[in-house]
């Protein structure tokens, strides 16, 4: 079904130079693919409600098209295929049991100096660009328990944000890797980085805030998890997001915004491990 739904997407959205009569015909294809679905009505809704909370003139057919994109990046296999690397990567040179692990989406993907900031610990990167939280729960069994790790880094939330979900919906999925965590690698202590005030999200301040909020205050009752604030440390002195700290997307860091997080990363981990 799904590569149907895809097809008449795709040849929707390049369909331009076809007459408004067309036009409509597809868009009740789409529609009634897929627009009968609860989660997918769901969805419209909440992106009607982000629309109408940040002033932006949406139209109908924009709508439908982003609720379509959600859904189909909060499937469970979205990032398959970057899981499948990982395990024929590990497959060929299985990771040292034992490392501290950095788990979560871009801004751990992308950390290349990972191993050589955290020095002279061993560290295992496994972030995958775009992740939501369930989709680390998803594939908890692939890509962090066969590597037993004595910690664990966790960077992740600020894309089930984007994708609409609410800072509570978000905590409530992080509670679920914390448990899987707890469950299936006994007692390990997890840190988890609190998203990032980056320059293009800045739409979603104030979820942002309170996702962290909500985490800082569940690190304070659970002694085996650590918050790790790396929000004031990414602002101007006037409380202003700094672009020199990103790459031309205002999402990702380039090597300063690094040099922010690897200077706050260590100085938590030296409670509990020799730096």
Same mark, same amino acid.
């Given at each position: 079904?799904?590569?149907?739904i895809?097809?008449?997407?795709?040849?929707?959205?390049?369909?331009?130079?076809?007459?408004?009569?067309?036009?409509?015909?597809l868009?009740?294809?789409l529609?009634?693919? *897929?627009?009968c679905?609860?989660?997918?009505?769901?969805?419209?809704?909440?992106?009607?409600?982000?629309?109408?909370?940040?002033?932006?003139q949406?139209?109908?057919?924009q709508?439908?098209?982003?609720a $379509?994109?959600?859904?189909?990046?909060?499937?469970?296999?979205?990032?398959?295929?970057?899981?499948?690397e990982?395990?024929?990567?590990?497959?060929?040179?299985p990771?040292?049991?034992?490392?501290?692990?950095?788990?979560?989406?871009?801004?751990?993907?992308?950390?290349d100096?990972?191993?050589k900031?955290?020095?002279?610990?061993?560290?295992?990167n496994?972030g995958?660009g775009?992740?939501? *939280?369930?989709?680390?729960?998803?594939?908890?069994?692939?890509?962090?328990?066969?590597?037993?790790?004595?910690?664990?880094?966790?960077?992740?939330?600020?894309?089930?944000?984007t994708?609409?979900?609410?800072?509570?919906?978000?905590?409530?999925?992080?509670?679920?890797?914390?448990?899987?965590?707890?469950?299936?690698?006994k007692d390990?202590?997890?840190?988890?980085?609190?998203?990032?005030?980056?320059?293009?999200?800045?739409?979603?301040?104030?979820?942002?805030?309170?996702?962290?909020?909500?985490?800082?205050?569940?690190?304070?009752?659970?002694p085996?998890?650590?918050?790790?604030?790396?929000?004031?440390?990414?602002?101007?002195?006037?409380?202003?997001?700094?672009?020199?700290? $990103?790459?031309?997307?205002g999402?990702?860091?380039?090597?300063?915004?690094?040099?922010?997080?690897?200077?706050?990363?260590?100085?938590?981990?030296?409670?509990?491990?020799?730096?």
């Amino acid at each position: 079904m799904i590569k149907y739904i895809e097809r008449d997407l795709k040849f929707f959205q390049f369909s331009l130079t076809l007459g408004f009569m067309k036009k409509l015909i597809l868009l009740a294809v789409l529609f009634i693919l *897929i627009g009968c679905s609860e989660s997918y009505l769901e969805l419209e809704d909440r992106v009607m409600f982000q629309a109408e909370k940040s002033s932006t003139q949406i139209s109908f057919l924009q709508i439908k098209r982003d609720a $379509y994109y959600i859904l189909q990046w909060s499937k469970d296999d979205a990032f398959q295929d970057e899981i499948n690397e990982f395990k024929k990567l590990d497959s060929i040179s299985p990771p040292e049991k034992g490392s501290i692990l950095f788990i979560g989406s871009s801004s751990i993907r992308f950390w290349d100096s990972l191993e050589k900031d955290m020095k002279p610990l061993k560290v295992l990167n496994r972030g995958f660009g775009g992740a939501h *939280i369930s989709h680390v729960i998803h594939h908890f069994k692939d890509i962090v328990e066969p590597y037993d790790p004595k910690a664990i880094v966790f960077f992740c939330g600020t894309n089930d944000l984007t994708a609409l979900k609410s800072p509570e919906e978000t905590i409530d999925d992080f509670k679920k890797f914390l448990n899987l965590a707890r469950k299936n690698l006994k007692d390990i202590k997890v840190y988890v980085i609190g998203i990032k005030p980056s320059v293009s999200r800045l739409y979603l301040d104030e979820q942002e805030k309170n996702y962290n909020r909500l985490i800082s205050a569940l690190a304070n009752e659970d002694p085996s998890l650590e918050y790790i604030d790396v929000w004031n440390s990414m602002l101007n002195n006037d409380g202003t997001r700094m672009s020199e700290l $990103y790459i031309e997307d205002g999402l990702h860091m380039n090597e300063k915004g690094y040099e922010v997080w690897t200077k706050l990363v260590r100085e938590t981990l030296s409670k509990d491990f020799n730096l």
